[in-house]
């Protein structure tokens, strides 16, 4: 059994399907469990609520205790999809709690922050705890944030990329303060669920990363990915 969660959340378990339901209303029905994850101050809590309310916060957050979690719909090709996404908190001694969560999963969102050697350094931990605790089939994006921040920049943007290519994951930059690819990479994900709960046999595969590098390419934000 998942452990209890802080007062911000509720318990949640990865829903079985019904047959009656076809995939399209089986997504409209089931929350799409979406997880937080990285080092404590990475900037977790500031993304989600920068994608949750459009804003960012400065100083208004101490460090993540427990786990909560935010609720989201997202229109992907006039399917209603909803995320269900998880704050998790970073530090070693809630990482027990976090990996409890891993198993629900459908998608995992890892950050990094860019002016933070050792938060990078520590993304090659955290995939292996990933590759462990969560189900093969998870959706994992790596992110790299604050981006805004270039001028005290610790890891290079072809550093991160490297990274993503060694685990065959997609990769962007994002900035919770100033909303830079946070949209995208939360839009990218549910479109990757999407298209797995949908896809005919007739269809091209969705690829997620021509996804990302069309969107990049069309909003011209290059220096953000």
């Known amino acids: ?22 995939p399209i209303e089986h997504l409209w029905r089931d929350r799409k469990m979406t997880i937080l994850v990285g080092d404590s101050g990475v900037g977790k809590t500031s993304l989600l609520v920068q994608f949750d309310q459009g804003k960012f916060i400065p ?20 399917v209603n999809i909803k995320l269900q ?43 292996t705890e990933i590759h462990e605790y969560a189900e093969s089939d998870v959706v994992i994006m790596l992110l790299g944030n604050k981006a805004d921040m270039s001028s005290d920049r610790a890891i290079r943007r072809d550093e991160g990329e490297r990274l993503a290519r060694e685990y065959s994951v997609p990769f962007m930059e994002t900035s919770a303060k100033t909303g830079v690819n946070v949209d995208l990479a ?33 909003s011209g934000c290059c220096s953000y990915f």
């Open 85 to 127: 996404i998880w704050d998790t908190a970073g530090q070693e001694r809630f990482r027990s709690v976090t990996h409890a969560y891993y198993r629900d999963a459908h998608a995992l969102l890892l950050l990094y922050d860019i002016t933070s050697k050792s938060s990078f350094d520590n993304i090659r931990a955290w995939l």
């Open 59 to 78: 100083g208004s957050f101490s460090a993540t205790v427990g786990i909560g979690f935010t609720n989201k719909v997202i229109a992907v090709d006039n």
């Open 1 to 22: 059994a998942l452990p209890q969660p802080t007062a911000l959340s509720c318990g949640y378990d990865r829903p079985s399907q019904s047959p009656d339901l076809n």
């Open 186 to 218: 939360f839009t990218a994900v549910a479109k990757e669920l999407k298209h797995r709960a949908v896809q005919h046999p007739n269809q091209p595969k969705f690829q997620i990363h021509d996804y990302i590098e069309a969107q990049r390419e069309k």
